[in-house]
């Protein structure tokens, strides 16, 4: 049985007061009954304190609504759309580089060089969200990308954290890794995050919510598997098979490597991926920022399902759901 902490107070006070009734014949009655009463109040002063201190650390009441705003942006026809997939990619453009994740993407107006091509009208978007909600942007950014994995049916709830520290210093340009290094390079980058091998194969699955404009010119706009409205294992079925529509070097490269080719077999597993995916990408949305006392407010992210196809919902998310609309 769980009780909740006002009904625990309640406990205790009626508790208190029926020692004191007992207590009504014994001579040294005044005594007694402060001492239980003060014990009550300090039990009760307690608990309120522990109710303060949890309440500092309650997710702001905002994040909810921005939670269900991006919901109805990011998901199209119950499936993630072009705005989501580009916040998925804006986060780990703005975390991987310079400081980490700090929103100097959209404050140093880093979207604008060439290795951030495709991500302004997201930086954009994303910004004006921040503004809009007066929320930070380095969180802002983040619980778009963690809104947008939401989006697409299958997308796992990875950790939606605020309390970031927000920068204008641009970070230097280089460190986005590119699709034409080798995977020798692309290893070293990540390595140079805390990121293992099998992290980065696991990261890269992120490309199954992938539509590619700049990589592969002459098949601008096609996705990176066949499904990128949705959160499925044909990326690495596809890319290790060759049939997706299009495909990274970087990724083919990573498919074969010996460092990360069994990793990217075994991904082909929807739950052995989850499994490697979720705490790297928890990881790759704090760099930078471990160390700061970060609120949490994934109970705010909304999944795809919603409204769509409730029922198919986990259950747990369903009790969350009901909880946040009361
Ligand atoms: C080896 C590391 C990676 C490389 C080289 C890489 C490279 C690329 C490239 C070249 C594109 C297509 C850009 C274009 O031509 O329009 C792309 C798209 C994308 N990437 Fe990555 N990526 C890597 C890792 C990641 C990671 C770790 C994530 C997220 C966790 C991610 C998320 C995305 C998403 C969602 C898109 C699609 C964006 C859209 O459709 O607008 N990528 N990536």
Same mark, same amino acid.
């Given at each position: 049985?769980?009780?909740?902490?006002?009904?625990?107070?309640?406990?205790?006070?009626?508790?208190?007061?029926?020692?004191?009734?007992?207590?009504?014949?014994?001579?040294?009655?005044?005594?007694?009954?402060?001492?239980?009463?003060?014990?009550?109040?300090?039990?009760?002063?307690?608990?309120?304190?522990?109710?303060?201190?949890?309440?500092?650390?309650?997710?702001?009441?905002?994040?909810?609504?921005?939670?269900?705003?991006?919901?109805?942006?990011?998901?199209?026809?119950?499936?993630?759309?072009?705005?989501?997939?580009?916040?998925?990619?804006?986060?780990?453009?703005?975390?991987?580089?310079?400081?980490?994740?700090?929103?100097?993407?959209?404050?140093?107006?880093?979207?604008?060089?060439?290795?951030?091509?495709?991500?302004?009208?997201?930086?954009?978007?994303?910004?004006?969200?921040?503004?809009?909600?007066?929320?930070?942007?380095?969180?802002?950014?983040?619980?778009?990308?963690?809104?947008?994995?939401?989006?697409?049916?299958?997308?796992?709830?990875?950790?939606?954290?605020?309390?970031?520290?927000?920068?204008?210093?641009?970070?230097?340009?280089?460190?986005?890794?590119?699709? !034409?290094? *080798?995977?020798?390079?692309?290893? /070293?980058?990540?390595?140079? =995050?805390?990121? #293992?091998?099998?992290?980065? %194969? $696991?990261?890269?699955?992120?490309?199954?919510?992938?539509?590619?404009?700049?990589?592969?010119?002459?098949?601008?706009?096609?996705?990176?598997?066949?499904?990128?409205?949705?959160?499925?294992?044909?990326?690495?079925?596809?890319?290790?098979?060759?049939?997706?529509?299009?495909?990274?070097?970087?990724?083919? !490269?990573? *498919?074969?490597?010996?460092?990360? /080719?069994?990793?990217?077999? =075994?991904?082909? #597993?929807?739950?052995?991926? %989850? $499994?490697?995916?979720?705490?790297?990408?928890?990881?790759?949305?704090?760099?930078?920022?471990?160390?700061?006392?970060?609120?949490?407010?994934?109970?705010?992210?909304?999944?795809?399902?919603?409204?769509?196809?409730?029922?198919?919902?986990?259950?747990?998310?369903?009790?969350?759901?009901?909880?946040?609309? !009361?």
């Amino acid at each position: 049985m769980r009780l909740s902490q006002s009904s625990l107070v309640f406990l205790l006070a009626t508790g208190a007061v029926q020692a004191l009734s007992f207590d009504n014949i014994s001579s040294n009655i005044r005594r007694g009954a402060d001492v239980a009463v003060s014990s009550v109040k300090s039990t009760v002063h307690n608990l309120f304190d522990r109710q303060a201190s949890a309440r500092k650390s309650t997710c702001p009441k905002i994040w909810s609504q921005i939670g269900s705003d991006l919901r109805q942006a990011f998901v199209s026809g119950g499936q993630c759309n072009d705005d989501a997939r580009a916040a998925i990619r804006l986060v780990f453009h703005d975390c991987i580089s310079g400081a980490g994740c700090d929103g100097s993407i959209i404050l140093a107006k880093e979207y604008l060089r060439s290795e951030n091509r495709g991500l302004e009208d997201i930086a954009v978007k994303v910004g004006n969200w921040a503004q809009q909600y007066n929320v930070g942007t380095a969180d802002m950014i983040a619980f778009a990308a963690a809104s947008g994995i939401s989006a697409c049916p299958g997308g796992p709830k990875i950790n939606a954290l605020v309390g970031r520290q927000d920068s204008y210093t641009p970070a230097p340009e280089g460190q986005i890794p590119s699709p !034409k290094s *080798s995977v020798t390079k692309l290893l /070293s980058q990540f390595a140079a =995050r805390g990121f #293992s091998a099998t992290d980065m %194969a $696991a990261l890269v699955g992120a490309h199954t919510a992938a539509k590619q404009f700049f990589a592969v010119p002459q098949k601008a706009g096609q996705p990176l598997d066949s499904t990128p409205g949705t959160w499925d294992t044909k990326f690495y079925s596809q890319t290790l098979d060759g049939s997706a529509p299009v495909s990274l070097d970087s990724d083919v !490269k990573i *498919s074969r490597d010996d460092r990360t /080719s069994a990793a990217f077999q =075994r991904f082909q #597993s929807q739950a052995a991926w %989850a $499994a490697a995916f979720v705490p790297a990408m928890n990881q790759m949305t704090t760099i930078g920022n471990s160390g700061q006392s970060l609120v949490d407010c994934t109970s705010s992210i909304k999944s795809a399902s919603r409204g769509v196809a409730i029922r198919a919902a986990p259950l747990a998310d369903r009790v969350r759901e009901a909880e946040e609309q !009361k």
